[in-house]
């Protein structure tokens, strides 16, 4: 091995202490130099250099064993071992076999003693805690408390006591089998389990099945008690049909026998054994075989002429009129009313009812001037206002007949518009479902023509009749039914865009104006709908005060304000301004009415309100416009058609 370098001071050298051997004079070889040439062996050693040498060789012959051979460290980790000063047995071995290949891990020192002793020494085990969880695994420091979650799930010490988040501690005097169980009910039944405070009554069900206490007596949902009377079997039976057999099963009877008295206890079946004068007859064998010319005492001495056959007599006829001053009259006569008659074909005297004699007459059902229609139509109609014939009634039915309808219990009123073999059309009330019943008049319908001539646009909305014409048209016959309207303008609006309708009868509000401006008013306070929109498509006529004469179309209303938007007033509306609401008869076109866009007729079919087209004796009758852009149409020709009810 090369000799390690030591900084040593030569005792006969010439210069200051060096690593060189060549400067060294006292050399033994190139390599080497006695021992006692150097001071600090010398003084080590005492003079003893043969043995320090052999030390010293020793020495540096381990480090070469320990170095394999080379100049320099590492040494092997199974090489380096520390022993204890003391005890040699006490050995340290550092162990490098898990460091990684080409790896060089450094141990640093610090500048102070270190004791590695685990969790004593300088360097214990880091402390750190799992939430509440401490290092030493500890919650809190008090004994025996449940563990519970707290925000977000960690663990924390819970707590005993009677709350809802509380644990119940295993003596707690609650969980006595001796306490009293909270009070609760059932319906009617009580804590203590009863209902009511009555003993020994019946327990029924009520409403959705609640228990309750009944009761006995005698009536239809009470009991009947052990000891009822009724229960006895002396008891009288019931009053009941004798010929009722049902219960009663009775044998031996014979055909044409009576039930009879036979004593004045007593009764049974046998023959009736009756003579005529027991009931005030002729015998049965003094039988009239001719009889002519005979007078009638009491009976204006009419002769009756009776012929004699197998079947008795028959009435053949009858010379004058019969007196029939001691008849008792009749008010009406009702369906099953009977009446005598000759039948020609049969050669025989026979009787009708009074629903025959109108089923033969083709009026069956009919009252007043209405006639009924039985089986010749289909009830589903084919359209609102078409219905299916089954049978060919044309030769009896007219297009202009009135005609009346029951759908789903409500009649209903219309006017026939054609008239085929298959095919009823009207114009009137919707057909709206099946037809249960069918009627038509021919009396019964009203036209009523109104002309208003020159331009009947003048006025934004107006009630023609009475602003244009001055004139007020009244309904003067019974109730009857608007079911049509045909309106014809000479000349329409430049603008094609101009309206008419009709209204009649009572007026559906009227008030005095709060206040108004030039497309509002505003209702009274009082009596006026709290409802938005309650009047929309309704019409409003100013009846007196300022701007009085007016009418316009409500295109809405607001129920809190109680203001009506219009088309713009002539003259607007104020706090002294009368008004009348109206609903107008003809609903298309959303109540304005019948749109004058050509010269042609315009006619209604079914786009009649229900709710208005009832007309009775005195009310009024108008009709109204709504003025088109250009203010233009000329002569309005209106034909309404009215069934009278």
Same mark, same amino acid.
């Given at each position: 091995?090369?000799?390690?370098?030591?900084?040593?001071?030569?005792?006969?050298?010439?210069?200051?202490?060096?690593?060189?051997?060549?400067?060294?004079?006292?050399?033994?070889?190139?390599?080497?130099?006695?021992?006692?040439?150097?001071?600090?062996?010398?003084?080590?050693?005492?003079?003893?250099?043969?043995?320090?040498?052999?030390?010293?060789?020793?020495?540096?012959?381990?480090?070469?064993?320990?170095?394999?051979?080379?100049?320099?460290?590492?040494?092997?980790?199974?090489?380096?071992?520390?022993?204890?000063?003391?005890?040699?047995?006490?050995?340290?071995?550092?162990?490098?076999?898990?460091?990684?290949?080409?790896?060089?891990?450094?141990?640093?020192?610090?500048?102070?003693?270190?004791?590695?002793?685990?969790?004593?020494?300088?360097?214990?085990?880091?402390?750190?805690?799992?939430?509440?969880?401490?290092?030493?695994?500890?919650?809190?420091?008090?004994?025996?408390?449940?563990?519970?979650?707290?925000?977000?799930?960690?663990?924390?010490?819970?707590?005993?006591?009677?709350?809802?988040?509380?644990?119940?501690?295993?003596?707690?005097?609650?969980?006595?089998?001796?306490?009293?169980?909270?009070?609760?009910?059932?319906?009617?039944?009580?804590?203590?389990?009863?209902?009511?405070?009555?003993?020994?009554?019946?327990?029924?069900?009520?409403?959705?099945?609640?228990?309750?206490?009944?009761?006995?007596?005698?009536?239809?949902?009470?009991?009947?008690?052990?000891?009822?009377?009724?229960?006895?079997?002396?008891?009288?039976?019931?009053?009941?049909?004798?010929?009722?057999?049902?219960?009663?099963?009775?044998?031996?009877?014979?055909?044409?026998?009576?039930?009879?008295?036979?004593?004045?206890?007593?009764?049974?079946?046998?023959?009736?054994?009756?003579?005529?004068?027991?009931?005030?007859?002729?015998?049965?064998?003094?039988?009239?075989?001719?009889?002519?010319?005979?007078?009638?005492?009491?009976?204006?001495?009419?002769?009756?002429?009776?012929?004699?056959?197998?079947?008795?007599?028959?009435?053949?006829?009858?010379?004058?009129?019969?007196?029939?001053?001691?008849?008792?009259?009749?008010?009406?006569?009702?369906?099953?009313?009977?009446?005598?008659?000759?039948?020609?074909?049969?050669?025989?005297?026979?009787?009708?009812?009074?629903?025959?004699?109108?089923?033969?007459?083709?009026?069956?059902?009919?009252?007043?001037?209405?006639?009924?229609?039985?089986?010749?139509?289909?009830?589903?109609?084919?359209?609102?206002?078409?219905?299916?014939?089954?049978?060919?009634?044309?030769?009896?039915?007219?297009?202009?007949?009135?005609?009346?309808?029951?759908?789903?219990?409500? $009649?209903?009123? %219309?006017?026939?518009? #054609?008239?085929?073999?298959?095919?009823? *059309?009207? +114009?009137? /009330?919707?057909? @709206? !479902? =099946?037809?249960?019943?069918?009627?038509?008049?021919?009396?019964?319908?009203?036209?009523?023509?109104?002309?208003?001539?020159?331009?009947?646009?003048?006025?934004?909305?107006?009630?023609?009749?009475?602003?244009?014409?001055?004139?007020?048209?009244?309904?003067?016959?019974?109730?009857?039914?608007?079911?049509?309207?045909?309106?014809?303008?000479?000349?329409?609006?430049?603008?094609?865009?101009?309206?008419?309708?009709?209204?009649?009868?009572?007026? $559906?509000?009227? %008030?005095?104006?709060? #206040?108004?401006?030039?497309?509002?008013? *505003?209702? +009274?306070? /009082?009596?006026? @709908? !709290? =409802?938005?929109?309650?009047?929309?498509?309704?019409?409003?006529?100013?009846?007196?005060?300022?701007?009085?004469?007016?009418?316009?179309?409500?295109?809405?209303?607001?129920?809190?304000?109680?203001?009506?938007?219009?088309?713009?007033?002539?003259?607007?509306?104020?706090?002294?301004?009368?008004?009348?609401?109206?609903?107008?008869?003809?609903?298309?076109?959303?109540?304005?009415?019948?749109?004058?866009?050509?010269?042609?007729?315009?006619?209604? $079919?079914?786009?009649?309100?229900?709710?208005?087209?009832?007309?009775?004796?005195?009310?009024?009758?108008?009709?109204?416009?709504?003025?088109?852009?250009?203010?233009?149409?000329?002569?309005?020709?209106?034909?309404?058609?009215?069934?009278?009810?």
């Amino acid at each position: 091995m090369s000799s390690p370098s030591f900084p040593i001071s030569s005792g006969g050298g010439s210069g200051e202490g060096t690593s060189d051997h060549s400067l060294l004079t006292n050399r033994d070889a190139a390599d080497q130099h006695p021992a006692a040439s150097i001071t600090p062996v010398t003084t080590n050693f005492d003079g003893n250099l043969s043995s320090a040498d052999d030390t010293v060789q020793k020495a540096l012959e381990t480090l070469d064993a320990m170095t394999g051979g080379g100049d320099t460290l590492p040494i092997a980790d199974t090489t380096a071992i520390v022993k204890d000063p003391v005890d040699a047995t006490k050995l340290v071995r550092i162990d490098a076999g898990t460091v990684g290949t080409g790896q060089t891990r450094v141990i640093t020192m610090p500048n102070q003693d270190v004791d590695l002793t685990p969790g004593t020494g300088t360097y214990p085990a880091a402390s750190h805690a799992h939430g509440n969880v401490t290092d030493a695994g500890l919650i809190g420091t008090t004994a025996n408390l449940p563990i519970i979650t707290g925000t977000g799930g960690v663990l924390q010490a819970g707590a005993f006591g009677t709350g809802a988040t509380n644990f119940c501690v295993g003596n707690d005097s609650r969980l006595s089998d001796a306490r009293t169980p909270s009070s609760h009910t059932h319906g009617n039944i009580t804590n203590a389990g009863a209902i009511g405070t009555t003993t020994a009554l019946p327990i029924i069900t009520t409403t959705d099945g609640v228990l309750t206490a009944g009761s006995f007596g005698t009536d239809a949902g009470t009991f009947c008690q052990g000891n009822d009377g009724r229960l006895s079997n002396a008891r009288t039976p019931s009053a009941h049909n004798l010929i009722d057999t049902t219960g009663h099963p009775v044998t031996g009877l014979t055909t044409g026998h009576f039930l009879k008295a036979t004593g004045a206890t007593s009764y049974g079946f046998g023959a009736h054994g009756l003579t005529a004068s027991d009931v005030g007859a002729q015998p049965v064998d003094d039988e009239l075989t001719s009889l002519a010319g005979l007078s009638l005492t009491g009976n204006g001495g009419k002769s009756i002429t009776v012929k004699s056959d197998v079947s008795g007599f028959e009435l053949t006829t009858i010379s004058g009129a019969l007196d029939i001053v001691g008849l008792t009259g009749e008010s009406a006569a009702v369906a099953s009313d009977q009446f005598p008659f000759y039948d020609a074909t049969a050669s025989a005297n026979r009787k009708i009812t009074l629903s025959e004699l109108q089923t033969a007459l083709g009026i069956a059902g009919s009252t007043d001037h209405w006639i009924a229609e039985s089986g010749s139509f289909t009830a589903t109609p084919v359209s609102t206002s078409t219905l299916t014939m089954t049978s060919d009634r044309t030769g009896t039915i007219k297009a202009g007949y009135g005609v009346r309808y029951t759908i789903g219990g409500t $009649v209903y009123y %219309g006017v026939i518009t #054609a008239m085929a073999s298959n095919l009823m *059309t009207i +114009a009137g /009330a919707s057909l @709206s !479902g =099946d037809v249960t019943a069918l009627s038509y008049t021919k009396t019964g319908v009203v036209q009523m023509p109104i002309l208003i001539p020159g331009y009947y646009e003048d006025a934004t909305s107006a009630a023609l009749l009475a602003e244009d014409l001055g004139q007020t048209l009244l309904w003067q016959q019974g109730p009857a039914y608007l079911v049509r309207a045909l309106m014809y303008s000479r000349v329409v609006d430049s603008s094609s865009d101009g309206y008419a309708n009709v209204r009649q009868g009572a007026a $559906v509000i009227s %008030g005095t104006a709060q #206040a108004g401006d030039g497309t509002h008013i *505003t209702l +009274a306070a /009082a009596g006026s @709908s !709290g =409802d938005d929109d309650a009047y929309n498509n309704m019409w409003i006529k100013i009846t007196g005060g300022t701007g009085s004469g007016q009418s316009r179309k409500i295109t809405d209303y607001v129920g809190s304000t109680k203001v009506a938007q219009v088309a713009t007033w002539a003259t607007n509306p104020s706090s002294d301004s009368t008004y009348e609401i109206y609903k107008p008869v003809i609903n298309s076109n959303t109540y304005s009415g019948l749109l004058l866009d050509t010269t042609a007729a315009k006619t209604t $079919v079914i786009d009649i309100d229900t709710t208005k087209y009832a007309i009775s004796y005195g009310d009024t009758i108008s009709v109204m416009a709504l003025k088109g852009t250009g203010g233009t149409a000329l002569d309005l020709s209106v034909m309404l058609t009215y069934v009278v009810a």
